[in-house]
């Protein structure tokens, strides 16, 4: 259990009250949206909204994540979004860290996500987005949609509303090979809140928004994406949790572009270099196991795979050493474009009108 903030017996994490996955949710495989099988980590790309929490976790979890000290402690904003809170859990919210370190939450992300997953690090347990609007701001984007839908059906134009679909964040590629967005408002009258992707071949296909309670599994270090603007909500208030693969033999193609500027520089350094190394000691282990057996067999371990071994561990490292930007040369809440498509090249194909 988390250290931090002590809880009562009652509060303890406990997956059969908690945990209210039942079926297995419709899946996108990377091969559908025209992808190679191999481009990824795992052959699913992105899965359905599924019910992941009962509402008293819910409950339970905003009420650690809105507290106080989460706010003054932890909160981050950048260029791109007013409000993020991050790197609290293992701080201020036992129960939101122990739902994401628990074996039977980490089950059925992994099997939704097609491989064995474990949280990213840490500090990404778990990231907050909320945008907040008045109840004034909320009747008037109403009105203004309503409007607009009118005018679309008496044009004859209605189903086509891409043009208009302004995204909360542009296209994009997230740093983290999984996410598992949940959603912690109540969004029963919300308009809005799909993700977009975009296939292999250009095409746009969207994906519903979670409700409260229920969550979405995306691939994302690998298919570009945006999520699209709401409306009719007060309050939208987000909980994404970012994996990656369990298995150290995986690829790891983490990046640290989208979390450098909008985290404690320190946690992230150490907990990446910590998990990284991990993984390191693990294949050396490995192959030093293999070379150690062999040669008791009075065998050898052939100099190409030896090489290759080398090769690829020298790239790891090189990596690392690449994503973990001098602390000076990091500046503070602006995140950089490189990882975001540049608007020329990204706008979306018009979908084909439908007759
Ligand atoms: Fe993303």
């Not at 339970?60 to 991050?86: G, I, W």
């Not at 939208?236 to 990656?244: A, G, H, L, N």
């Not at 404690?264 to 070379?291: G, K, S, T, V």
Request: a negative charge.
């Amino acid at each position: 259990m988390a250290t931090g903030t002590a809880m009562s017996r009652k509060d303890v994490f406990t997956p059969a009250k908690h945990l209210a996955f039942k079926d297995m949710p419709n899946v996108h495989t990377m091969k559908e949206l025209g992808f190679s099988e191999t481009a990824g980590v795992s052959p699913i790309a992105v899965s359905e909204p599924f019910r992941l929490f009962t509402e008293e976790a819910v409950m339970r979890m905003r009420q650690e994540v809105l507290s106080p000290e989460v706010f003054e402690n932890c909160q981050y904003s950048s260029n791109l979004a007013q409000c993020y809170l991050r790197g609290f859990a293992n701080k201020y919210a036992p129960f939101v860290y122990d739902v994401w370190k628990n074996p039977e939450t980490l089950a059925i992300v992994s099997k939704i996500a097609g491989i064995d997953i474990v949280p990213e690090m840490d500090l990404e347990i778990a990231h907050i987005n909320i945008s907040v609007k008045s109840e004034e701001e909320k009747k008037e984007e109403l009105e203004a949609a309503a409007e607009r839908a009118n005018y679309e059906a008496d044009e004859g134009i209605a189903g086509c509303p891409w043009e208009d679909d302004k995204p909360i964040v542009g296209w994009h590629t997230d740093s983290y090979p999984f996410v598992c967005v949940t959603m912690l408002s109540d969004c029963i009258d919300m308009i809005g809140g799909e993700t977009a992707l975009r296939t292999g071949n250009g095409d746009i296909m969207k994906v519903r928004g979670p409700q409260m309670g229920c969550a979405v599994v995306l691939q994302g270090r690998y298919i570009e994406h945006q999520a699209l603007r709401t409306l009719g909500t007060t309050e939208r208030i987000t909980m994404v949790t970012s994996f990656r693969p369990r298995d150290p033999l995986q690829k790891d193609d983490t990046v640290l572009t989208t979390v450098r500027p909008i985290s404690n520089i320190n946690d992230l350094y150490n907990q990446f270099a910590e998990y990284r190394l991990q993984i390191l000691e693990e294949r050396i282990r490995l192959q030093l196991r293999e070379i150690r057996d062999l040669s008791a067999a009075g065998r050898r371990v052939t100099t190409k795979k030896l090489k290759s071994f080398i090769g690829e561990q020298e790239n790891f490292l090189a990596h690392m050493n690449r994503e973990m930007v001098d602390d000076d040369d990091v500046i503070v809440g602006n995140i950089q474009q490189d990882h975001i498509t540049p608007e020329s090249s990204s706008k979306p194909r018009k979908r084909r009108k439908l007759v």
